[in-house]
């Protein structure tokens, strides 16, 4: 079993910038990919990035150049840094993981507000 816990939304101005953290705890050495996706209201949730154990990452469209993915293997964590952020991007984050046995594991999801 892995637990996920993200942290770090909140709201914020068109324009402006959020770190969005999730900590990974429980069978961590399982732990093969971990990624970020979004549910904006009224939409299904759709993948934002993502990165392998060993660090390549992968970004929608949207999002290229304005966030980055980034994993501390050592903390267990995955980070989202989101730059230029507008009104679109307004949607519960959620953190997510696969193991090497094919498991998957979410996070309860995090709530980024943008707005002015």
């Known amino acids: 079993q892995v637990q996920l816990v993200e942290s770090g939304g909140g709201l914020v101005e068109p324009g402006g910038s959020l770190r969005l953290s999730c900590a990974a705890s429980?069978?961590?050495?399982?732990?093969?990919?971990m990624a970020w996706y979004r549910q904006a209201p009224g939409k299904q949730r759709d993948l934002v990035a993502s990165?392998?154990?060993?660090?390549?990452?992968n970004y929608a469209d949207s999002v290229k150049g304005r966030f980055t993915i980034s994993r501390d293997n050592a903390k267990n964590t995955v980070y989202l840094q989101m730059n230029s952020l507008n009104f679109d991007n307004t949607a519960v984050y959620y953190c997510?993981?696969?193991?090497?046995?094919?498991?998957?594991?979410w996070g309860q999801g995090i709530q980024v507000t943008v707005s002015s």
């Open positions: 997510f993981c696969n193991t090497y046995s094919g498991a998957r594991y």
């Open positions: 429980g069978n961590v050495f399982s732990i093969n990919s």
């Open positions: 990165i392998s154990r060993l660090g390549s990452t």
